[in-house]
């Protein structure tokens, strides 16, 4: 029958300060569930220190020991982990139970956040991100520019995790935390529900400039073997079928990140590749290693040599570069560049233009604008931030500083 529903996913707090939090989760598996629990833990700032995953195809078990921070609401993190969790009446053989789990869910409404700021100051655009990250509400699309008298125009195309934001409670709590954060910058508050004509016009082309796509996407060297800033990074994955009559063990070596467990399960996840088994253990020293005993979703091990060198080749990279970086000229203006890749599921690495705007901030550099789209490069689907700095920044600080600042902090070298 399994276990009750609230108990799939049980904490063991740390005993002192500094020591990791123990998170168990113990559910019928799915594909990509690991994926979707390590997005999760992403999503609330935590880091993985360790972890074991065992399942049998049905039922798994999963021990994840996290680092977490005095500010982490576990009540809420819990709540969250469960809600991608299979529940165990789909197990049981419950007809009811497994029509609604099977049941496919709406996309969330789109809600267009609209107001206006008397004047810019550095880090306004990060307090507002900061508020909306509290409140659960996502970030989908953004649009920010600045007036010739100074005032400040935003638009944030927004979701609410919570699916209450179509209430004049959540809306007015909204823009409560808003003013709040602003003071007396805010002149104005608006939430609407965007609707198609809105959100149609919103829309950015599908493809960029091909300059953009040569710097940022023509990075890929040849075997996958790194050069320049990235030998310092060295990143080694190898599958072995000798081991295992019915698994293929993928083993990794590299340098840990922010998120590192997290490229690596959707990276999975997006192959269809199913874990049996896995240990991770990250090092003191910034250390981190991998076995995972894989299969295919036929239940087959990885045998083609060609699949098994895309993966590894695909893992490479992904650990090398999860995200691309990069400061390049707009006309007579800067453009910072920010991209990370889309699950095929249709999701963007989470937090992301939270990390960016706090980096920004930290450097002391404002921002004019920015846009943030889905484009598709090269056959595959990117989360792509365009964020255009003031220009009575760019000269103060060299573009390597802010490429370097940005980068750092996305990647959790801070």
């Known amino acids: 029958m399994g276990v009750l529903y609230e108990d799939a996913v049980v904490f063991s707090e740390a005993e002192k300060a500094g020591e990791p939090t123990v998170i168990t989760v113990n559910c019928p598996d799915k594909t990509g569930l690991g994926c979707d629990l390590c997005r999760v833990i992403l999503l609330f700032g935590l880091s993985i220190s360790r972890a074991d995953i065992s399942t049998d195809g049905k039922w798994c078990f999963i021990v994840l020991w996290v680092v977490g921070k005095p500010t982490t609401r576990w009540i809420l993190l819990k709540k969250r982990l ?54 659960e509400l996502t970030i989908k699309r953004v649009k920010v520019s600045t007036a010739p008298d100074g005032r400040v125009m935003d638009l944030f195309f927004i979701t609410d995790t919570r699916e209450l934001l179509h209430t004049k409670r959540r809306q007015e709590e909204t823009i ?54 990235f030998a310092s990074n060295p990143v080694s994955v190898t599958v072995d079928n000798t081991l295992s009559p019915s698994h293929t063990l993928v083993q990794i070596l590299c340098q840990d990140h922010k998120g590192l467990i997290y490229d690596i399960m959707r990276t999975l996840k997006d192959y269809n590749i199913q874990v049996s088994y896995g240990r991770f253990f990250a090092s003191s020293e910034g250390r981190c290693e ?106 103060s600080l060299p573009r390597k500083k802010v490429e370097e600042g940005v980068r750092n902090r996305l990647m959790g070298w801070v």
């Open 290 to 395: 991998l076995e995972l005993f894989t299969m295919q979703a036929d239940g087959k091990k990885i045998i083609d040599p060609n699949k098994q060198n895309a993966l590894c080749s695909r893992l490479r990279m992904e650990l090398l570069r999860p995200l691309r970086v990069a400061v390049v000229s707009r006309g007579p203006d800067t453009e910072l560049l920010v991209a990370n890749p889309v699950e095929l599921s249709g999701r963007g690495r989470p937090l992301v233009f939270y990390d960016i705007t706090l980096a920004l901030k930290i450097l002391n550099t404002s921002i004019f604008s920015v846009e943030i789209g889905r484009h598709m490069i090269r056959g595959r689907e990117w989360e792509v931030y365009r964020i255009l700095l003031d220009e009575g920044d760019c000269y």
């Open 82 to 135: 469960l809600e991608v969790c299979p529940s165990y009446f789909s197990t049981s053989g419950m007809d009811y139970y497994q029509r609604q789990s099977q049941q496919s869910r709406q996309p969330p409404d789109v809600f267009l956040l609209k107001f206006w700021c008397s004047y810019d100051r550095k880090g306004l655009l990060h307090d507002v991100t900061e508020v909306l990250c509290e409140l």
């Open 176 to 229: 409560h935390y808003l003013k709040a954060t602003l003071r007396d910058t805010i002149i104005s508050c608006e939430i609407e529900l965007a609707g198609p004509e809105i959100t149609a016009c919103s829309q950015d082309s599908p493809f960029l400039p091909s300059a953009i796509t040569e710097d940022m996407f023509g990075l890929e060297l040849p075997n996958g073997r790194p050069s320049g800033s």
